[in-house]
């Protein structure tokens, strides 16, 4: 007890009539601490009523200790001496006894400190043990009380004492050679078991299994310092391949002997693999040395680091299950700065590996994508660097850094969407075909990648009503769309550019028909070969779409620039009869006639007969059924409008 809470006590003792001399103090502790020495003797279960008692002794009693909380926090502070709302409490009997109980704790604390203070030398440490343990069961009472203050100060002197006993211990005890182990078997689970007895009593973030692992590898450690930690050629901050190698071999050499002669000690452990203990204590190792080097590594050497780190975890993963969290090493370069200049660097190579293939001179050359067409070699690239880029962390249990690494994938295939885009508006034909090829082919990609568990588990762990490359996938597909669409209106624009003089040319005074209009040769001759190239070079599923909306686009302009703005006579009818069934062979080998039915149909119309146009005329009232007698599937109005078109009718 410090000079300002013997001052604060004397003051308390002159105003109350409550005897709480250091006397009555020393009296309270031996009482408790025989009663502890009662129950270290006792049954488990005599011991688990005992402490039933206390706490429902430090529940029953809050609201007086309360008074001694505020006692606590006032006899702390040099110049502030307790209120006079605590001295009126202490004055009445009600509260006597729980403020001296409330004392007698601090008594308690005082007296172990100076105890452990004393004795914690040498081998003394193992003297100190009992007074340890008592120390931190009076803590655990403390626990969920109303005793704030008073747990807060047991705490911090627990965790105190924990690090200068284990450090002690740690010293004291003789190192395990894992080379004789046969030797050390007994005396090696003796001392794993005095280390137990400092580690597991705590209950203050601190592992059970830390100390005891801390000593199973101190063999292991010496070597590691020897090789790796002092100035000779091994220590070669370039080469950390070099201890990673070796902490391998010797999971491999020894990570079964300590499952096979300590894994039962570890039975509390959660995890089915108790190799992961050594794996773990032996991986803090080779952090320790990364955390000494962190600070010397250049972008050149991190990203090496990286690349060796995640080398080795693989292989890590094929000697052992790895738990949910990544090992020390890993946890290294998960923590926000280094994998916020992880990201950075991985951003940069990436993008910058995406801008090089963009502009490299093989960047076209045919690829065959799987899928039985051709897409542009860089295409295949990207999608082969974006998946290795996720294949890089997938082994490492880390849900936030997988995350991380799908944001960065979803980043480079929307830049990719882009620079394809822009691309494809200044391409024409053949590079054209193939840029769309690109955008469906990784459409197709990505959604194949959708259906990966590892891709859902990620997403969900943001939003879990998501589903992977969600916005991705819609804009892979409008982009798709839109330049299928660019795509289709280029072919149309061509082949009606060079139909100009076509759509201009008379027919109401066109004598005998050739076999074809030399006038639409030629544009019928650019979508033959248009379709031609897009069939050999498009996927089928895309081509489908893009013949159909090019025939559909080509019969408006035809009907509308031709049929319907045109009047005819009988030559010029055949003659235009002739031309459109030159243009729909151009499609016959991607579908069949019945396609074009309804043109062939208002051709079939507009050629008949002077006589049965003229009937039809006259009978307008019955055109419908004179037309489903003549096997003409038209619309009566329909039919109407095209016999006005024929001028020698009249």
């Known amino acids: 007890m410090n000079e300002d809470e013997a001052v604060y006590l004397s003051q308390l003792s002159s105003i109350s009539d409550i005897p709480i001399s250091l006397q009555h103090f020393h009296g309270q502790y031996e009482q408790a601490k025989s009663k502890l020495s009662v129950v270290a003797s006792d049954t488990a279960r005599a011991h688990k009523e005992h402490k039933t008692r206390l706490q429902r002794d430090i529940r029953e009693t809050q609201t007086s ?141 601190i592992a059970n299994t830390t100390l005891a692992m801390a000593y199973l590898t101190r063999h292991f450690d010496t070597q590691f310092k020897f090789h790796f930690r002092r100035k000779v050629k091994t220590n070669d901050i370039s080469k950390p391949e070099w201890y990673f190698t070796k902490l391998l071999s010797w999971i491999k050499q020894f990570g079964g002997k300590f499952v096979d002669v300590f894994g039962e000690l570890f039975t509390g452990e959660a995890h089915p693999d108790k190799k992961i203990l050594f794996v773990e204590a032996l991986c803090e190792l080779g952090a320790g040395k990364i955390r000494e080097d962190y600070s010397r590594l250049t972008d050149v050497l991190f990203t090496h680091y990286i690349d060796e780190v995640l080398k080795f975890h693989k292989e890590l993963g094929d000697l052992v299950t790895l738990s949910c969290v990544p090992t020390p090493i890993m946890a290294v370069f998960v923590k926000e700065k280094a994998l916020k200049r992880w990201l950075q660097l991985e951003t940069l190579s990436s993008f910058k590996f995406l801008s090089s293939i963009s502009d490299g001179e093989d960047a076209f050359e045919e690829r065959e994508s799987g899928s039985g067409y051709p897409v542009p070699a860089l295409c295949v690239r990207v999608l082969t660097s974006v998946r290795a880029l996720g294949e890089r962390v997938r082994p490492v249990p880390d849900t936030a850094l997988n995350t991380c690494f799908y944001s960065l994938q979803v980043d480079i295939l929307r830049e990719f969407m882009v620079h394809l885009s822009e691309r494809f508006q200044k391409s024409k034909a053949r590079e054209a075909i193939l840029l769309l090829n690109s955008l469906a082919y990784t459409l197709s990609v990505i959604e194949e990648w959708s259906y990966d568990t590892h891709f859902i588990a990620i997403a969900k762990f943001d939003n879990p009503d998501q589903a992977p490359f ?65 069939s050999d070079l498009l996927s089928p599923d895309l081509f489908v779409g893009l013949w159909s909306n090019i025939a559909s686009a080509m ?91 024929r001028t020698d009718i009249e």
């Open 65 to 205: 200790i309360l008074v001694g909380e505020e006692l606590l926090q006032s006899v702390s502070k040099v110049h502030d001496p307790p209120s006079a709302d605590t001295i009126a409490k202490l004055r009445t009997v009600e509260h006597a006894t729980k403020v001296s109980k409330y004392l007698g704790w601090l008594k308690f604390l005082k007296e172990a400190s100076n105890f452990l203070e004393k004795r914690m030398k040498g081998e003394g440490w193992r003297k100190c043990l009992p007074v340890y343990d008592e120390l931190n069961c009076y803590c655990s009472l403390l626990e969920d009380t109303a005793c704030t203050s008073l747990y807060r100060v047991m705490k911090a002197q627990c965790e105190h004492w924990y690090g200068v006993l284990s450090e002690t211990a740690l010293k004291s005890l003789p190192v395990l050679n894992w080379t004789k182990l046969e030797d050390n078997v007994a005396q090696g689970k003796e001392n794993i078991q005095l280390l137990f007895k400092i580690s597991q009593p705590l209950k203050h973030g």
């Open 470 to 534: 969600d916005e991705t996938v819609g804009s892979y597909s409008r982009t798709v769309h839109d330049c299928r669409e660019s795509l289709e209106s280029g072919i149309v624009s061509r082949a009606n550019t060079l139909l100009t003089g076509y759509y201009k040319q008379s027919w109401e005074l066109a004598s005998a028909p050739y076999s074809i209009s030399p006038a639409c040769s030629a544009g019928f001759m650019e979508l033959q070969q248009s379709l031609r190239q897009a």
């Open 555 to 645: 019969i408006l302009s035809l009907e509308s620039r031709v049929l319907y703005n045109s009047r005819f006579n009988k030559f010029g009818a055949a003659q235009l009869k002739l031309d459109l069934a030159s243009f729909c062979s151009v499609f016959y080998d991607y579908c069949s006639s019945g396609h074009f039915a309804k043109l062939n149909t208002k051709l079939c119309v507009l050629g008949e007969s002077r006589e049965t146009l003229r009937l039809w005329s006259k009978e307008s009232n019955r055109l419908q059924s004179l037309l489903e007698e003549a096997e003409l599937r038209l619309d009566a109005g329909e039919a109407y409008k095209i016999i006005a078109l």
